[in-house]
């Protein structure tokens, strides 16, 4: 019975390799950039917190005096009449319903 002695080449090639790859040097990092200058900013600073008001409690008003108040001022229809001359000043009303056709104002797409 003979006994075979393991093949080193290949290990001894193996570690050769690794120590050939460990041994090379990494290039030299390339220089960084100049800082760049910051371009000019146009207007002035302004803070988001300037205008800030902390919360204060308002003064309270029992709901009895408060609904004979609304009564005085007209109701329910004296808040909508304020409601409709905002609308007419800023967007325009929407069409009355029953109008020729529902969907003019769309974009087609």
């Given at each position: 019975?003979?006994q ?14 690794a ?24 207007g ?8 800030y ?26 808040y ?30």
């Open positions: 019975m003979s075979r002695i393991p093949a080193r080449g290949p290990a001894a090639l193996a570690a050769l390799l120590l050939t790859v460990s041994a090379q040097t990494a290039p030299a990092p390339a220089p960084a950039p100049a800082p760049a200058t910051p371009a000019a900013v146009p002035t600073y302004r803070s988001a917190l300037e205008d008001q902390p919360y204060s409690e308002s003064k309270s008003v029992p709901w009895k005096e408060a609904n004979d108040n609304v009564g005085r001022i007209g109701g329910w229809r004296a909508a009449k304020e409601a409709a001359e905002g609308q007419a000043a800023g967007a325009p009303a929407p069409a009355a319903s029953g109008a020729a056709d529902p969907h003019a104002g769309h974009g087609k797409h």
